[in-house]
């Protein structure tokens, strides 16, 4: 029995490290695993919902966020960074969900001190109408109205950094070209459940 | 590899060996020992980490990220049940091992990956904050603290894997762009292996001391051992040689009774032997001779008896004859007073022999005598030399209790005593001759005897001194009598003490016996 130990102690950290590995690569799935990719047909222009916050000449940054996803903190501080860098190049405004009797959440207390100007969302219907459905998503309508980017601002799941989303909208904000359109976005689900389309 | 056993090879020169085999193989185990020690220590440092590691995980998503929404429902948040679960089978495999087998290479190297693990779920946890990736280069100083270069490996391995396989799975998640080069692991993987080298060589460093220390270790345990070998000698011989001392002490004792027992008895003989001189003188001298003439003369008369009586001297023969008789009873008083003269002075012989023996037989034992009976007898050992140097002898016994002592003993003390007051007194001319011998109850159920002289005194330089063994002040004494008094008192649980006002002022001995309970 005592030489039998050592193989047995073994075998233990073998199945130790396997349910690591295991245990780790679910994480980093979950981390990197964004939102529905496909999106709803748009019912309405993005530019006529939100022809209030547009400024002629000036393009739009648009993000809906959900004030509860742990997710949310990463993409305003993504959002505040590019913001900086475009040097007041871009308007923007933050779509944030509003469920009912929910208080004011503080998570986007912070961009308003941005003077970003926030629009409440009941229920997420602003949401639904601009076609987004995880926290996080952001719309660049561009000077004429059209809506250049669609996606998120951060790497992963309530991961900081760069990414391919940030670089395009800055580029195009610049003037200049951007082979990307749209970029994954990382958050909690905006659907609700009582605006979901009935599955077909 | 090539590295890893460079590095080994590098270890062992590091440490530098004692030429004996023997004593290397001491320090070995002092150096394991050691080693051991230094593993207990972190081990238990690490488990507390990581259990902290743990509460502060799930602390952090509890707060950060608690709840997952859909819309306005929530849910238990990933990242909480993978601080709680995920944390804890990183903190519980290495916990386990170090309680179950705590200082095998194979429990370090899963420290070593769990600590890592730990990092990798901090970043995790905290959505890839740059800040966090420091817990990496915490982590290595902590695993440094095992001394054991072995570990930074490892630990550094779990690190190139989990960039490198997240690299290529999931860039995101560690890059934080969607396509990562493989250099940029090596540029990761470069950081950590700058630390490494650092604590590598602390390691190799810190384990180099510690063998230094065990050398040193190992040096002191000899020369201590070398020493309480010596000491264990030194003792033997002195022992010895206190042995030898003390029955050197008591044959000087011993010596110092005879030597007062014949002296006092040669004195007696002395006197014995004038008043033999002076008999055998005066029977020469007798005039029983006369007796024999007048006898001879009337023989020779014969037949003229009675003409002879009638002449000159026949008519003075009765006065004559009158006269003999006068002196022949003065001669045989004078005779008569010798022989009992020589009659005492032989009890007197008889008596100190008697004492002598009386103490001598007593040799080893302890009885109940009364103190009074003993200096009694000390003095009558003293008393010939006492009268013949004109010495005047005062007694002062107060009641005592009697004593529970070795009576031989304390007859060689206070004969000694007896004797070193006569010679002290002989030596301070011109000061009163006198010797006061003191008996008294004292506290503490003891009884003390006092024997004080007029004489020379102790000068206060030598109080401290004066029980010395080789201390005299006698020209020809040899320092023996009153240290082997005092070691004789305090073999009897009494004990031997002097005092003087100074020179000139005379002594006082006082021995301190214990009471018969």
């Known amino acids: 029995m005592t030489e039998r130990r050592p193989a047995v102690f073994a ?19 979950y981390g990197s695993q964004p939102g529905p990719a496909a999106r709803p047909a748009r019912a309405s222009d993005p530019a006529d919902l939100l022809a209030a ?35 007041g190049a871009c308007d923007a405004v933050l779509v944030r969900y509003q469920a009912a009797n929910w208080p004011a959440a503080p998570k986007t207390e912070r961009l308003a001190d941005r003077t970003v100007p926030v629009l409440s969302d009941p229920d997420g219907r602003l949401a639904a109408r601009l076609g987004a459905e995880t926290s996080g998503h952001c719309l660049l309508i561009d000077a004429q109205g059209v809506v250049r980017f669609e996606g998120g601002l951060t790497p992963a799941r309530g991961h900081r950094g760069s990414s391919p989303g940030q670089d395009a909208i800055l580029s195009l904000v610049r003037g200049g070209p951007s082979a990307v359109t749209s970029a994954p976005v990382f958050g909690c689900s905006l659907a609700n459940a009582c605006l979901r389309p009935p599955p077909s | 590899m090539k590295i890893a056993s460079q590095i080994s090879a590098l270890s062992a020169t590091l440490l530098p060996a004692p030429a004996d085999p023997a004593r290397r193989s001491e320090v070995q185990a002092l150096f394991d020992k050691s080693e051991r020690t230094v593993f207990a220590r972190v081990n238990h440092f690490f488990v507390w980490l990581f259990w902290l590691q743990w509460a502060f995980g799930v602390g952090l998503a509890a707060v950060w990220s608690p709840a997952t929404w859909t819309g306005a429902q929530s849910s238990m948040h990933p990242h909480l049940l993978a601080a709680f679960f995920l944390g804890g089978l990183l903190a519980l495999g290495p916990t386990a091992l170090i309680r179950l087998r705590p200082v095998d290479l194979l429990t370090r190297h899963v420290v070593a990956i769990a600590q890592m693990g730990f990092s990798a779920l901090l970043i995790d946890l905290t959505g890839g904050r740059i800040e966090t990736h420091f817990h990496v280069f915490g982590s290595l100083a902590f695993l440094a603290l095992y001394r054991d270069w072995r570990l930074l490996p490892t630990a550094t391995l779990v690190v190139a894997l989990d960039h490198l396989l997240r690299g290529i799975w999931f860039p995101l998640t560690v890059y934080g762009v969607p396509y990562a080069s493989f250099w940029r692991t090596g540029e990761h993987a470069a950081w950590v292996l700058f630390e490494d080298a650092v604590l590598i060589w602390g390691c190799l460093v810190s384990r180099r001391e510690l063998w230094e220390i065990c050398l040193r270790q190992d040096e002191n345990a000899r020369l201590l051992n070398e020493m309480e070998r010596r000491v264990a000698e030194r003792t033997l011989d002195l022992e010895k040689a206190n042995r030898q001392l003390v029955e050197a002490s008591r044959e000087a004792g011993r010596a110092e009774v005879a030597t007062g027992v014949l002296h006092n008895v040669g004195n007696v003989l002395t006197s014995v032997n004038l008043i033999v001189d002076d008999l055998r003188d005066r029977l020469r001298d007798s005039r029983v001779r006369h007796i024999r003439q007048v006898t001879a003369t009337l ?12 002449g000159e001297v026949g008519r003075a023969l009765p006065g004559f004859m009158a006269k003999l008789g006068t002196n022949l009873e003065s001669e045989n008083e004078y005779l008569l007073q010798n022989a009992e003269t020589l009659t005492a002075h032989c009890g007197h012989i008889r008596e100190i022999i008697v004492a002598q023996q009386s103490s001598a037989r007593r040799v080893g034992m302890t009885e109940s005598v009364a103190p009074d009976q003993l200096v009694e007898e000390a003095l009558l050992l003293n008393s010939e030399s006492f009268a013949r140097h004109g010495i005047e002898l005062v007694k002062s016994f107060a009641p005592a209790p009697p004593v529970r002592v070795d009576r031989h003993k304390v007859m060689q003390i206070l004969v000694n005593l007896l004797k070193n007051a006569k010679d002290s007194i002989l030596s301070a001319e011109g000061a009163g001759r006198q010797v006061t011998v003191r008996v008294a109850a004292e506290a503490g159920r003891r009884v003390a005897i006092a024997v004080h002289d007029s004489g020379a005194g102790i000068a206060p330089d030598n109080m401290l ?12 004494g040899h320092g023996f009598g009153l240290h082997s008094c005092v070691l004789a008192a305090r073999e009897m649980a009494g004990d031997l003490t002097a005092a003087s006002g100074g020179l000139g002022r005379g002594a006082t001995f006082t021995l301190l016996l214990p009471s018969a309970p």
Do not use: N
Request: aromatic letters at 8%.
């Open chain 2, 465 to 476: 001194k004066i029980f010395q063994h080789g201390f005299t002040t006698k020209r020809d």
């Open chain 2, 299 to 310: 023989q020779l008369q014969g037949a003229r008896l009675p003409e002879f009586f009638q």
């Open chain 1, 11 to 29: 075998l233990g950290v073998i199945l130790w490290v396997g349910s690591l590995l295991t245990a780790f690569g679910a994480l980093a799935r």
């Open chain 1, 53 to 87: 916050y547009r400024r002629p000449g000036h393009p739009l940054l648009v993000m809906v966020v959900h004030p509860r996803c742990p997710c949310t903190d990463a993409s305003l501080d993504e959002m505040g960074e590019l913001l900086s860098r475009t040097a």
